[in-house]
């Protein structure tokens, strides 16, 4: 009985480890602005409701401790991969804002993103909010956890194994995220961009008139409307990051 109890233990601390790392790296549930007493709560209870579906599959306990050790950090890395892969994909709203605000003349203008507590930039910022608002009401924080507990079925706790694609895996998520992030503030830097030749006539017609004076005002006004108008194509990214997220992932777990 004490070894089938010690065994239940080293299987927690392997999904514990796990589940942490998604904690700590994953959209919404990796955010700083959720106190981490709350986040040990929740990987806590997450991980005493998945032990007991897994304990079968899991391995004998290590004889040394640092092959233990060195278990329970290969899961721990494992879900911080889960997590990263698909805060990647959100980082494609934060650049398309990016590139909106240095269009705009606002790209001197840095806030502090309270979630990453980091400088951001203020479309970057809106978009992204935004995009987590959208992502939660699309339920892709359960689809997240779905594909958390059935990576327990491709890789049981202590038999990580990195597959052959890992890379490429990677390197397609970073195309993708460019692809979003430029495509989400295409049509954006192609008005301003007709906004600043229209200025550009105007100065060698008109030299009398300081376009810089008067240009900055009418790009910002002309920024702000055109992104209100792209707003409905935020929601379809975060369609593409959410369908994105299941498809790296299930990449990662050699589905």
Not at 28 to 41: C, D, E, Q, V, Y
Not at 91 to 113: K, P, Q, R, S
Not at 234 to 250: D, E, H, K, P, W
Request: proline share 5%.
């Amino acid at each position: 009985m004490t070894d089938v109890h010690v065994h239940d233990f080293y299987t927690f601390l392997l999904v514990f480890a796990r589940i942490a790392g998604v904690m700590t790296a994953a959209p919404m549930f990796g955010n700083r602005s959720i106190p981490k007493i709350a986040k040990a709560g929740m990987t806590l209870f997450f991980s005493l409701a998945v032990v007991p579906l897994v304990t079968a599959k899991t391995g004998p306990i290590p004889t040394h401790l640092l092959v233990l050790a060195g278990a329970v950090l290969k899961d721990a890395v494992f879900g911080l991969a889960l997590g990263y892969l698909a805060q990647m994909l959100f980082a494609a709203v934060e650049l398309a804002g990016a590139l909106t605000d240095t269009m705009m003349g606002f790209g001197f203008v840095n806030l502090i993103n309270p979630f990453a507590e980091q400088q951001a930039s203020i479309m970057g910022m809106f978009q992204y909010q935004l995009a987590i608002v959208l992502y939660l009401l699309a339920n892709g924080h359960l689809m997240m956890l779905g594909t958390l507990v059935r990576s327990f079925d491709a890789m049981p706790p202590g038999a990580i194994v990195v597959q052959g694609g890992f890379s490429l895996t990677v390197l397609a998520i970073l195309k993708a995220m460019f692809i979003l992030g430029i495509r989400l503030a295409l049509p954006a830097i192609g008005v301003l961009l007709v906004v600043d030749m229209a200025f550009g006539m105007v100065a060698r017609m008109v030299p009398q008139v300081n376009v810089f004076i008067v240009g900055m005002p009418v790009k910002i006004l002309v920024g702000l409307v055109t992104a209100a108008f792209i707003l409905p194509l935020t929601a379809l990214v975060v369609g593409q990051i959410i369908s994105g997220t299941a498809v790296g992932m299930n990449a990662l777990l050699g589905q």
